[in-house]
């Protein structure tokens, strides 16, 4: 069974609150929100499976277990990490790709196969190569 989008069950769950009567069955909540009772019924039933067989099915009752529902996707949202900004001043440091291996990865002139490069210097190097590619198209 599909999953509920989460929008959707924000929606259900603020038109169920928002109705004072003490049982609200699908098609009351149909004329509330405009959607037809067989697509209520069929999302819902993700909380309740025998939902789809009983029409007058109480759905205040699952209030808890959608607003439980919500807050866990909520919490399993992940914070992206913000990528950092390559600047054209940091470009600048290195004439080359070559230009940036010898200063970064190399010590005394010899290249150290242990040297670690971080995501930021390898798009620093995609950057460089990209621009080395430029020039050469250009020269031709």
Do not use: C, H, W
Not at 8 to 25: G, N, R
Not at 79 to 92: F, M, N
């Amino acid at each position: 069974m599909k999953a509920p989008s989460v929008t959707v069950l924000k929606k259900y769950v603020s038109s169920l609150t928002k109705i004072k009567a003490k049982y609200v069955t699908a098609e009351r909540l149909s004329r509330v929100i405009g959607v037809y009772p067989e697509v209520i019924n069929e999302t819902l039933s993700y909380f309740e499976p025998m939902l789809m067989m009983d029409p007058e099915y109480n759905l205040l009752v699952l209030v808890p277990q959608i607003k439980q529902y919500i807050s866990d996707l909520e919490d399993k949202k992940t914070s992206v990490v913000p990528v950092e900004v390559i600047s054209k001043k940091q470009l600048e440091e290195y004439e080359s790709v070559v230009d940036f291996v010898y200063k970064k990865m190399s010590v005394g002139g010899i290249i150290d196969r242990g040297a670690y490069l971080t995501d930021k210097d390898l798009r620093m190097i995609r950057r460089l190569a990209g621009e080395e590619l430029k020039k050469r198209k250009n020269k031709k």
